[in-house]
Nanobody
Framework: VQLVESGGGLVQTGGSLRLSCEGS????????IGWFRQAPGKRREGVSC????????YYTGSVKGRFTISYDNARNTLYLQMNNLKPEDTAVYYC????????????????????????WGQGTPVTVSS
């Protein structure tokens, strides 16, 4: 399983970025993919995920209405469109692959991802300046 994130960078408050997470070595039948982030001095938290069974999307409260998750099955690539970015969005953004129940539990139910998920990308940094 390999995950490669891209698209991070430096942006001003109110700006936008689109993150990508390209997966290889597995298919959507094997694993779902979710987005996570780790801000300086904080533990990694779930940001968003998409149910592979019916396409339902989930977001952590602080990004609802600003971030949009999508998935290209043909490319096995997960995207995160981030609009109206705020300084508190500054973090390293990661994607992780696991069975859907595990992704759901970590993003939606708040189970600590580091204890629960094994397949991570290298991360892409996002810095939002005020």
């Amino acid at each position: 399983v390999q995950l490669v994130e891209s698209g991070g960078g430096l942006v001003q408050t109110g700006g936008s970025l689109r993150l990508s997470c390209e997966g290889s070595g597995f298919t959507a039948d094997d694993y779902a993919i979710g987005w996570f982030r780790q801000a300086p001095g904080k533990r990694r938290e779930g940001v968003s995920c998409i149910d592979p069974n019916d396409g339902t999307t989930y977001y952590t409260g602080s990004v609802k209405g600003r971030f949009t998750i999508s998935y290209d099955n043909a490319r096995n690539t997960l995207y995160l469109q981030m609009n109206n970015l705020k300084p508190e969005d500054t973090a390293v953004y990661y994607c992780a692959a696991e069975k859907w129940a595990a992704i759901y539990n970590t993003v939606v139910a708040g189970v600590w991802a580091d204890d629960y998920l094994d397949h991570w990308g290298q991360g892409t940094p996002v810095t939002v300046s005020s």
